[in-house]
């Protein structure tokens, strides 16, 4: 099992473009989610999905679209960058969405950067 | 709103030296504490989850435990190789899906 990839592992774009954040697990588990971890915050919720064709809205939302079209794939969608959108993201899964203390495993993350 | 809240937010020590890392929490309702490691330029790696008051669980030279109010992470005579970040959340039980609430971890350096 290759657990949770996450590509690009770093990214640069300019104010206004927009780019897909790519996640996928091989574990064939139904719960995923992005996470953007910045200094002295530490890591906070922006999506995440309980399975193929349901996703919700996390802690920090706003700026960013996700889909899921299948169990394995949960792409981070940013439309129009912007500089607060400078960060580093991660992406975890876990087996059920509904077994609240289920282990959630991160990829390695994508390091953006917004000029 | 669920708070988690990590002290202190770096710690060095010599090889050898054994200390604790500090997680206090205000949840409505915790179902669960993880703790995980970070290392530079990777993700969270998991090592413990506790479910109530008074568990303890172990790992190497990792100890956690948990009380109603924060939870610490005991570490004994510990390596170099045990530098990283530590990281703490929870998972409340107000919440239907898993929502994990993260605190801003601890970094730890051991010096040899």
């Known amino acids: 099992n290759a657990g949770v990839t996450q590509t690009p592992k770093f990214q640069v774009l300019k104010t206004g473009q927009s780019m897909t954040l790519q996640c996928a697990q091989d574990?064939?588990?139904?719960?995923m989610s992005w996470y953007r971890q910045d200094p002295g915050m530490g890591l906070r919720l922006i999506h995440y999905s309980v399975g193929a064709g349901i996703t919700d809205q996390g802690e920090v939302p706003n700026g960013y679209n996700v889909s899921r079209s299948t169990t394995e794939d949960f792409p981070l969608r940013l439309l129009s960058a912007a500089p607060s959108q400078t960060s580093v993201y991660f992406c975890?899964?876990?087996?059920?969405?509904?077994?609240?203390?289920?282990?959630?495993?991160f990829g390695p993350g994508t390091r953006l950067t917004v000029l | 709103e669920d708070q988690v809240t990590q002290s202190p937010e770096a710690l060095r020590l010599q090889e050898g030296e054994s200390s604790s890392l500090n997680c206090s929490y205000t949840v409505s309702g915790l179902r669960g504490l993880f703790w995980y490691r970070q290392d530079p330029g990777k993700g969270p790696e998991f090592l413990f989850t506790?479910?109530?008051a008074g568990e303890e669980k172990e790992k190497e030279r990792l100890k956690a435990t948990l009380t109603k109010k924060e939870s610490f992470l005991h570490i004994t005579a510990p390596k170099p190789e045990d530098s990283a970040t530590y990281l703490c959340?929870?998972?409340?039980?107000?919440?239907?899906?898993?929502?994990?609430?993260f605190g801003q971890g601890t970094r730890l350096t051991i010096n040899p």
């Open positions: 959340a929870v998972q409340a039980g107000d919440q239907g899906a898993q929502k994990l609430v």
């Open positions: 975890a899964s876990s087996y059920s969405p509904w077994i609240s203390t289920d282990t959630q495993y």
């Open positions: 506790l479910y109530s």
């Open positions: 574990m064939n588990h139904e719960y």
